[in-house]
């Protein structure tokens, strides 16, 4: 199948330098908001960012970097990483984000790759970092970072505060000056903007080529279907490092004068949505399942008559958010039960976020309908979009006013989707990506010679033309019997389990799969006696834990078909992280990782498993 929005007349192909100076045409004294020590918010002008940008963009010229020398950011997300951003393009230079949870050597494998010459820094953990590896970053020589440093001890690397840099370029000599402006309006279209390194979920990671154009495209037209503007605040909250959270949260939101204010920390995120009480956040869908987790749990803790009323608020929410989505009215005992419900339970929801959000927006990963349908029970409107790094990210978002939950929606404009014979969803437009840093190789097999790139990800479109994903491409499994089975469907309903932290799904060319999970700890505990001091080890491998987990797993994949239900659950210890490599940066599973680290213990469970299997066989055969 195919489908396909039609690009705009008046859409013309432009640079982040374009969008950035449009955007300071429309002066705002609150652009953007900032937490200070001392708890209060802060507003900045579009006119001090215009300024601060100005000042980072002529004193990385006054240093002598020229087009074409990559500058990378070593940061979390706040105010600074986007000055810097801004900065950087209108130097006219190439930026290559960095995910700041990475450990060194996967920093160094990627400044190394990208050659970068200099590097912001937010803090002194993070130039620590940098140090460690600078011994094997030849091309790097400066590192500028946003909070008081002292130079490591042994480091031959030149550090400077942003402020010094600032000041750098608020003293650049007239004639940089007068050609700033200029200088950034030279930039074209299809000129380098960024080198994003993708997670390496299958290997080392790959530097993403995304042009000025490819940037300029995907806010320019997803703005056409996003429905905010300057009347909105918009809470920043996901990694500027993720594709995601650059285009939606940074470069929508500027072009279409949302006043931006960015979370302290990740762990301040409930918090800050309260203080903030933004309209709008763009967040993945872990953050949305943590939420429904909580909720559930904290009924569970309640018991009795709360967790009763939970249970029923729950279902009310459900069918009046079916008739709502469906477009039919709700009678008068619907809509009496749903107003008792909202008052006992989803009003405090509401009130949590701040009690102002219009919608949030939902990417990264595929969102659980039953999450969704939550959500709009709640009234609280999560719109499920897709994409990739190579492709800007945003191919597809659901129609605020026509959503179907389980899609991700339809094409934006100018983007046409089309499923391959396989079942993988090929995409075109402006938004897709230059190529691979270096590898031509890796690039034709991604990108077509009709201009199709291939996502990897399998899925279909329905009659209305909207896209539903099914699973990526290279992780399906295929049994030793010749069936597919796609575990992240699978693994979704295993994960709502309150047992369960991670699932993996498992049984590529085996009979049958199983499933790896980590539980949840602070669930597990109390169903155990005299276990409180127990450490996580010794629960995992505690008997009564995997008794507990297989009943759990038989009651999350009862809908599913027989073949696709998990035969054995491995516990480990866990937890999965980072830093352990277990996770990528953007939070997903590196399945290969699990199924190697733990390969001893799987070979075994199937090995028990089958011996089982053919004891039962002898004896249901008899002699």
Known sequence: MHVSTPLPEDYRPGTLPELFLNGLSRQRADAARTRGSDGAWTSTSTDEIGRRARALALGLRARGFARGDRIAILARTRLEWALSDWGIAMAGLPSVPVYPVLPAEQVQYILSDAGARAVFVEDQEQLDKIAEIEADLPALELAIAFEPVTAPAGSALETMQLDELSRLGEAAPEALAETYESHARETRPEDLATLIYTSGTTGDPKGVMLTHGNFHSNADLALRVFPVDSSDVALGMLPLAHVFERTVGHYIMW???????????????????????????????????????????????????????????????????????????????????????????????????????????????????????????????????????????????????????????KPIPGTEIRIAEDGEILARGPQIMAGYFNRPEATAEAIDEDGWFHTGDVGEIDDHGYVRITDRKKDLLITAYGKNIAPQPIESEIKRHPLVAEAVMLGDQRKFPIVVIVPEYAVLRPRFHGVEEAADADLATDPRTRSLLRRAVRECCREFAHYEQPREVLVVPGPFTIEGGELTPTLKVKRRVIQTRFADAIDALYERAEDAMSRREKERDGP
């Open 255 to 409: 072009h279409a004068g949302v006043t931006v204010a960015y979370a302290e920390s990740t762990n301040t995120v409930a918090r800050d949505l309260g203080e903030v009480s933004p309209t709008f956040m763009a967040a993945v869908p872990r953050v949305f399942e943590k939420v429904l987790e909580r909720a559930e749990e904290a009924a569970r803790t309640a018991g009795g008559a709360k967790e009763k009323i939970f249970g029923w608020a729950r279902r009310v929410g459900e069918r009046r958010a079916i008739a709502d989505l469906e477009g039919r009215r709700t009678g008068p005992l619907l809509g009496l039960q749903a107003a008792v419900a909202d008052r006992l339970v989803f009003s405090k929801l509401r009130a949590r976020t701040g009690g102002r959000i219009r919608y949030f927006a939902s990417g990264g990963a595929p969102l659980p309908p039953a999450v969704g349908l939550f959500f709009f029970g709640a009234g609280l409107r999560v719109v499920e979009g897709y994409g990739l790094t190579e492709t800007s990210p945003i191919l597809t978002f659901n129609p605020v006013d026509a959503i179907r939950l389980g899609t991700v929606g």
